[in-house]
């Protein structure tokens, strides 16, 4: 049986997990933080999460699982047929990942955890948030998913990065990142009301304590 590695907090290990529950994939879930232990390197070279194990090993890299999901796994398909979709759709969640994950993730400890940014770095986020947000609008389907009529890989970034984004715009910046994109606002409402996404989110708020506990035994 296929093992995700990780824990409900992360929203890349729930990115995997709602594409293993949409394709209906047996699997169990191995509480697994990040760290540098040998322990912890030896199932992922960075320490980071989620990885996926497989017969044959180890699997590290969100985007890495979703394809190795894709082309070994039955179920549901999560991404197109036809090899121009498929990169409008993979093209869309790496855009996703590089332009507003990353950039809000810089502000994380601020907007989140009562921490402290450096100026800098906040003026860098609002800048390449309020361009990724553009990007997204301009590239997005929302027809009524990203990429198009179905749910794809670009969906599991856009449910699982973009609230975030938004909500440290809105806590930081005073901004609304997406008032000028309602049919973006209305996927994430869609999505809300996925069954998949709602057990998701009891998980994570279950498993918020233990993280929270984790968190603050390393300040």
Known sequence: MLKLYGFCVSNYYNMVKLALLEKGLPFEEVLFYPGTTPETLAISPRGKVPVLCVEQGFINETSVILEYLEQSQTGTPLLPDNPFERAQALALAKE?????????????????????????????????????????????????????DSLSVADLYFLYSVPMACAVARKL???????????????????????????????????????????????
């Open 96 to 148: 996703i990942e590089l332009y507003i994950e990353l950039p809000a993730r810089a502000c994380y400890p601020e907007a989140f955890f009562g921490m402290s940014v450096p100026e800098a770095i906040k003026d860098k986020t609002k800048a390449e948030l309020l361009l990724g947000f553009a990007s997204l609008g301009r590239h997005g389907k929302f027809a009524p998913y990203v990429a198009g």
């Open 173 to 219: 910046f005073d901004i609304d990142l997406l008032a000028e994109m309602p049919a973006a606002r209305a996927l994430l409402e869609r999505l809300e009301h996925n069954r998949h996404v709602q057990r998701i989110a009891k998980d994570k708020d279950a498993a918020m304590p233990a993280f929270l506990a984790m968190i603050a035994s390393k300040k």
